[in-house]
């Protein structure tokens, strides 16, 4: 086990919805990224939180955003849902230290949309 | 973008058999990265390579980082059931500061019995 925990594990909602995952980092971890795995693909990154604050960002609309709190937890938000956002959404966290940092994952929220 | 491509896609082999797959990049990495996924699970890191033409084990495991530095392999000695699963590649991109992950497409691995 990785340390990282994610809720709920699975999620049904229906098309133009919002919806928000949780993830909590693994002990002593101040970075937290979010990635979205369809169905036979690897994962996709979506956005990347350190200090409380967005450090990078994939190629996702703006419907997709996030928040990282002061003991490091983070939540992805989705707006406005389509059938296409039906995915597992991992996160990982780590530590920003060196540069070579290791992202611990998550087992995942698995988020159909109807 | 970058693109990471994984090779075979899928494997189906028999227990105690050595697997071989491997990653190619059309563009380099200054680390490559392997990991393990089980169903209903998040990816695991099996393997981390930091340098060009480095060979690094962890127990059967063995991963290769290429000279162009734009590919990587994996090899399973003596398969055993539990390492069935897909294997993913990695790299890291440094972006503004952040290590966002790209993923290949992932090898599948079944033991037949």
């Known amino acids: 086990e990785t340390g990282v925990t994610q809720s709920p594990t699975h999620l049904i909602k229906t098309r133009g919805q919002q919806v928000t995952l949780r993830c909590s980092s693994q002990s002593g971890h101040n970075t937290v990224s979010w990635y979205q795995q369809a169905l036979g693909q690897g994962p996709q990154f979506i956005f990347q939180?350190?200090?409380?604050?967005?450090?990078g960002r994939g190629n996702f609309p703006p419907r997709f955003s996030g928040l990282q709190f002061p003991n490091y937890s983070s939540e992805l938000n989705v707006n406005a849902l389509e059938l296409d956002d039906s995915a597992l959404y991992l996160c990982a966290s780590s530590l920003w230290a060196s540069g070579q940092e290791t992202q611990y994952f998550g087992p995942g929220t698995r988020l159909l949309v109807l | 973008g970058q693109q990471l491509n994984q090779s075979p896609q899928s494997m189906f082999i028999q227990e105690g058999e050595d697997v071989s797959m491997n990653c190619t990049s059309s563009s380099i990495f200054n680390t490559w990265l392997w990991y393990k996924q089980d169903p209903g699970e998040g990816p695991v890191l099996l393997i981390a390579?930091?340098?060009?033409?480095e060979l690094t084990s962890n127990g059967r495991l063995t991963a290769q980082f290429g000279i162009t530095r734009k590919d990587s392999f994996l090899n399973i000695s003596a398969s055993i059931p539990s390492d069935v699963g897909i294997y993913f590649c990695a790299g890291p991109s440094f972006n503004f500061g952040n290590e966002k992950l790209t993923f290949g497409t992932g090898t599948r691995l079944t033991i037949i019995p």
């Open positions: 939180y350190y200090r409380e604050e967005e450090n």
């Open positions: 390579l930091y340098k060009a033409g």
